[in-house]
């Protein structure tokens, strides 16, 4: 895999300081929490924008891969998956909200990729049918990918809810029904 | 008879237990097929397993990137909403009375 896709080290120490900072504050450390929020105005947005920025390039590798060859289907996938996480973002979205929307994207394409390779492995055109052990594992990973892909859709949910400072809403409808004697 | 299909005298496997390895690797026409059978399943085997090797880190380096991401995003949203001045009780966030 190409190096300029992945993330850069210094995204990953900033990564990896914001995850320690907020195992500090979770487990009542005093001055973590101010620490993490310092750490946040800091380094986030550079660090939002480069993960947002390789999920992007990253979805047209995968879409590369899921389209066999086709251009047309290439830029199908790559088109579809834009407008997905461009719809999910919805309008005037927080960075993060942005973030979330392109790895739900690029966690859809995944998805569409390994489903594609799985009804190939099972068709009976295929001459090379796989062997029954890499088909059980493909599947496997393609169960974490599908599980990753309904997590994160629930995440953003999460957060939306968090964000709009809504307490959990239970609404209980009751419906009289009169009989007439 | 027509329809009657009989048995092998002897399977390949009882053969090699009658005769031993060594010996079927040394003598007679019998051996040496049956000695040439297993070296085809084997390497069929071996190309088997091969495929399935290559196949998965084929697709575990196509994942990668798109998990790598993944786990990023969700340090971030952790960190922020804790900065945010949440916690998590029984997995649901929830807002801390303190802050």
Redesign the interface.
């Known amino acids: ?1 190409s190096g300029a ?3 850069t080290d210094g ?1 990953r120490e900033a ?1 990896r300081e ?2 320690a ?2 195992d500090r ?2 487990n009542g450390e005093e001055g973590a ?1 101010s620490e ?2 310092q ?2 105005r800091q380094s ?1 947005p550079e ?2 924008a480069r ?1 947002s920025n ?2 992007r390039v ?1 979805r047209g ?2 879409a590369k ?1 899921a389209s066999g060859g086709s251009l047309l289907v290439e830029e199908a996938i790559r088109e579809r998956a834009s407008l997905m996480a461009a719809e999910i973002a919805g309008s005037s979205p927080t960075p ?1 909200e942005v ?2 929307a ?2 739900i994207a ?2 859809w394409v ?1 998805v569409e ?2 489903e594609a ?1 799985g009804a190939a492995y099972y068709s009976r055109e295929n001459p090379s049918r ?2 029954p ?2 088909m059980l ?2 599947s496997k ?1 393609q169960e974490s ?1 599908n599980t ?1 892909y309904l997590a ?1 859709i629930r ?1 953003l949910a ?2 939306r809810k ?1 964000q709009a ?1 809504t307490p959990a809403v239970q609404v209980n409808t009751q419906v009289n029904i009169l009989g007439s004697g | 008879m027509g329809g009657e299909r009989r048995k092998p005298l002897l399977l390949p496997e009882r053969a090699r237990w009658r005769a031993g390895e060594e010996r079927v690797s040394r003598r007679g026409e019998v051996a040496q097929l049956i000695a040439h059978a297993d070296e085809t399943r084997r390497r069929v085997r071996e190309a ?1 397993r091969k ?2 090797r290559e ?2 880190a084929r ?12 786990e ?17 009780r029984r997995g649901e ?1 929830r ?1 801390e009375r303190s ?1």
């Open positions: 895999m896709l992945e993330l995204t990564i914001l995850q900072l907020a504050a979770e929490r993490l929020r750490a946040l986030a660090v939002i993960c390789t999920a990253y590798v995968l891969t993060l973030l979330l392109d790895r690029s966690l995944l990729l390994q390779l796989a062997d052990s890499l594992k493909m990973l990918a990753r994160a995440e999460r957060v968090v400072g | 088997r495929q399935v196949e998965l697709m575990e380096e196509i994942m990668a990137p798109v998990l790598e991401i993944d990023a995003t969700r340090v971030l949203i952790r960190a922020h909403l804790v900065a945010g001045g949440y916690h998590r966030w807002r802050t």
